[in-house]
């Protein structure tokens, strides 16, 4: 039986790939949600899967090489090194494995602490 590559026969789109960004970040211990990058001073509200891409940011095509910020609300019992690294990690090693290895960068912001 043969194998097939599905990423280089069907190329995901941004919103493909934030949907999955948005599922992986929020299932990363210590990870309350995903905000908006623009939160400012304002009261931090999460976002929903509908709403992710105010708070998750795809630089770059998709086709050839890009980088991801996303911007994450951290629980208050965890440290906050640790949860973040551990967030980058589960967010390169799924989108690199839909992706064929051409995400070269993930930088995740915590934006809050709850």
């Keep these: 039986m043969e194998k097939t590559n599905t990423?280089?026969?069907?190329?995901?789109?941004?919103?493909?790939?934030v949907n999955i960004?948005?599922?992986t970040a929020t299932r990363t211990y210590g990870i309350v949600g995903i905000c908006d990058k623009d939160i400012g001073k304002k009261k931090v509200s999460l976002l929903d899967a509908s709403k992710a891409k105010k708070g998750i940011f795809v630089n770059g095509m998709?086709?050839?090489?890009?980088?991801?910020?996303?911007?994450?609300?951290?629980?208050?019992?965890?440290?906050i090194s640790e949860t973040?690294?551990?967030?980058?990690?589960?967010?390169?090693?799924?989108?690199?494995?839909?992706?064929?290895?051409?995400?070269?960068?993930?930088?995740?912001?915590?934006?809050?602490?709850?």
């Design 7 to 17: 990423t280089t026969s069907n190329p995901l789109s941004v919103n493909e790939l």
């Design 21 to 23: 960004i948005f599922d």
């Design 62 to 79: 998709i086709e050839k090489s890009f980088s991801v910020s996303v911007y994450v609300v951290l629980s208050s019992d965890v440290k």
């Design 84 to 114: 973040i690294r551990e967030c980058q990690k589960a967010i390169r090693y799924v989108v690199n494995k839909k992706t064929a290895n051409k995400c070269h960068r993930v930088d995740v912001y915590a934006m809050a602490i709850i």
